[in-house]
């Protein structure tokens, strides 16, 4: 080979790095990790994997333990928990299955054992506040009234459900949880949660019907 080739062929090692107009180095922001490599790595007992996976699911972990338990400082403890738990069980995940469902029925049953142990339950009005994002626009005072006047009947008539009922109304349609991922949270057959579903709406439009007729009478 030519020395000519060979200097043409210049290690990638020795390429200019890039430099801003100061002459300072420019370091390129690499994208983040696909979830799939920081499951792999988290289970090979990657602390920093498993905080990407954390960042990534804390928000649904917080309003699903949220939807359980009601109470914001109770549902920061189990969402802490489950991830605490969820580490220690990530030897034991599955490897190819998706990490959500699987966190959320964690999240699901510590809000559970806390719900239990400490009895506590509040209105589902503040759980819906919580979880509705507010409009991009201020609607006008009697839209709004509507709006609130609305919402407030639907919020009583939902919290009228039973437990099971209000959990996958609330999983559905506050948190749109898939119903893989709602059979995972409430710890029932996939084949369940349309059913279960079914059920739940049946209920609450009787339980709005009620209500109507109620105005109706008033």
Not at 22 to 37: F, I, Q, T, Y
Not at 146 to 163: C, F, K, N, Q
Request: glycine share 8%.
């Amino acid at each position: 080979m030519s020395s000519g080739a060979a200097r043409s062929r210049a290690p990638e090692a020795d390429a200019e790095p890039i430099r801003d107009e100061r002459g300072s180095r420019v370091v390129e922001d690499r994208p983040p990790a696909p979830e799939a490599d920081l499951v792999a790595r988290a289970r090979r007992g990657d602390r920093a994997a498993f905080d990407g996976l954390v960042a990534a699911h804390q928000q649904v972990a917080f309003r699903t333990a949220y939807l359980v338990l009601g109470d914001a400082g109770e549902a920061e403890d189990a969402a802490q928990e489950a991830f605490v738990k969820a580490y220690g069980a990530m030897g034991r995940f599955r490897e190819g299955s998706p990490f959500r469902p699987w966190l959320l029925k964690i999240v699901g049953n510590a809000a559970r054992n806390r719900r239990r142990s400490g009895g506590r339950r509040r209105n589902l009005e503040l759980r819906v506040s919580a979880m509705v994002s507010p409009a991009d626009t201020a609607p006008s005072a009697e839209a709004e009234a509507l709006v609130a006047e609305r919402r407030a009947a639907l919020v009583a008539a939902i919290d009228r459900l039973p437990p099971d009922d209000r959990l996958v109304i609330g999983a559905r349609y506050f948190l749109e949880l898939s119903e893989a991922e709602i059979a995972e949270l409430a710890g029932i057959p996939r084949g369940t949660v349309k059913s279960r579903l079914s059920r739940a709406r049946g209920r609450l439009a009787a339980a709005l019907r009620g209500t109507a007729q109620e105005w109706t009478d008033g």
